[in-house]
């Protein structure tokens, strides 16, 4: 059940990635300045030319925070053994989650939690500033909340 889990997450985060580049998003979250932004500034126009330099600022600090608490999830499951990194090791198996501690399941649980609602606040936030569709909104809302409650 976990794996299946797992294999949603990772469907879930594909949609996402698919969304943002068909919908326009830019990929490029690592600045934290407005001047930095004039790039995702300009395309974000093409999608909402009412959109504002803060918004941007606001989406891409919000990205950015959101990757991490992604990369830290991820981190986790590679330190539990849930996440098989197969270039350094090509024939370890995955470990099973239920065969974690009650401790490293609560741990685990409360990073996907904390991605999971930072992806649907980067998902209304961008909604509200104009750069999703409301029918891409609704269902990636939907697949976000079910992914954060099937955790």
Do not use: C
Request: charged content about 30%.
């Amino acid at each position: 059940m976990k794996g299946t889990k797992n294999i949603m997450k990772k469907t879930i985060i594909t949609s996402l990635a698919i969304l943002i580049s068909i919908g326009g998003l830019s990929t490029a979250w690592a600045s934290t300045k407005t001047e930095d932004y004039k790039d995702e500034l300009a395309y974000f126009r093409t999608i909402n030319p009412e959109i504002t330099s803060s918004q941007v600022e606001s989406l891409m600090k919000l990205r950015k925070q959101v990757d991490e608490i992604h990369e830290q999830s991820e981190k986790l499951e590679l330190e539990y053994g849930i996440l098989v990194d197969n270039t350094k090791n090509p024939n370890k198996e995955p470990k099973n989650p239920e065969d974690l501690t009650a401790e490293q399941r609560n741990k685990l649980s409360q990073a996907n939690d904390k991605f999971w609602n930072g992806e649907l606040q980067f998902l209304e936030a961008s909604y509200k500033a104009g750069l999703v569709k409301e029918d891409a909104y609704k269902i990636d809302k939907k697949n976000f909340e079910e992914a954060r409650d099937n955790n």
